[in-house]
């Protein structure tokens, strides 16, 4: 097991963490199998994307969009949050993913890279968990 | 494994199970791994989410407005039903999750708890799964 | 692990891939067990639904919604490209799920079948990756 700390800026920022999980599989020394990817916290979120700058920004505006900031949330009530829209988008993505491999190597599209999302409205250091299954 | 039978009111109404996870992990007497989080049946979802009253409202509200229960649905003229909003909901949430524990602790943030979402039309029986991987 | 080819039509065709993942969990000879199903490639995804005419077309319509092939996309810039929509609506729903199994047969409710869906706006050969975790 091991936790990858990275930092994001808010409101759906993103960071390719295919090489990590990558270096992770081969220093486990696992020829085939798979790794589970898990964002822990209630505003981030696990899933894979085309990295590139275009869809860095298209998701985030889609997903605010579907829960956008300005709306009213019950939420805020609850905290005196601002953050209800986070909350609601990072449950839709969801915070695991696990991808299989063999002969130690990330069984991915060319094009699929593995993103951690911080929808949270200010930025955050977010713990992204990488464990062999 | 271990089968959960849990009990919702219709539209998106959600239970934390995390104690029962929780209880599920520690019983195996691992001290390492991951545990599977599935939603038998096809208008049932799980996911992570903080749990207070505040988002227990708003998740189901913003996923109506993805797929309002008042559109028309191809799927009722299959079946005469009435709940094809909730197959959409639940199909975009996803019926499963996985989540990593150490010392026989679940890797969850403060506030993120696993939840089963209910997305039927009317009060359901939900069966949950859960398995050590 | 086993890799299906499965060729779909554009813009949310679907398959239903129950059978072919019921029996690799049969042929693995194991008990008790989960599988994943992960689908190779930034514009498919893999979820669970009620593999029926109508929803075929629900699912493809209201993810449409969300991110409608007309909209305008930063992803097109990057590459001239028309697939911006396809690449948010498969990382929303996701490129893997885990399926609990028992006695050799998947745990999935009557109505729930195992779908890898194609988003991209040409017909595809998509790969989808199976594993005994």
């Known amino acids: 097991m091991k936790v990858l ?5 808010a409101h759906g920022d993103m960071a390719d963490i295919t090489d990590e999980v990558r270096k992770f599989v081969r220093e486990s020394g ?3 199998g798979a790794v589970l ?3 822990k916290g209630s505003t981030g ?3 894979t994307i085309e990295y590139e700058p275009g869809l860095k920004k298209d998701f985030p505006r889609v997903m605010d969009k ?3 900031y300005n ?16 909350h609601v988008k990072a449950s839709i993505v969801g915070p ?7 002969d130690g190597e990330l069984l991915l599209g060319t094009w699929q890279q593995i993103v951690v999302i911080n929808f949270d409205t200010r930025r955050r250091k ?8």
């Open 66 to 68: 579907i829960a956008p």
């Open 37 to 39: 990817v898990f964002a």
């Open 96 to 102: 695991s993913i696990v991808v299989p491999f063999k």
């Open 45 to 47: 979120a696990i899933t």
């Open 5 to 9: 700390t990275v930092e994001l800026d």
């Open 30 to 32: 696992k020829r085939e």
């Open 71 to 86: 709306d009213y949330y019950e939420h805020h009530k609850t905290w005196g949050d601002d953050n209800g829209s986070s």
């Open 126 to 133: 977010r713990e992204v968990i990488l464990q062999i299954l």
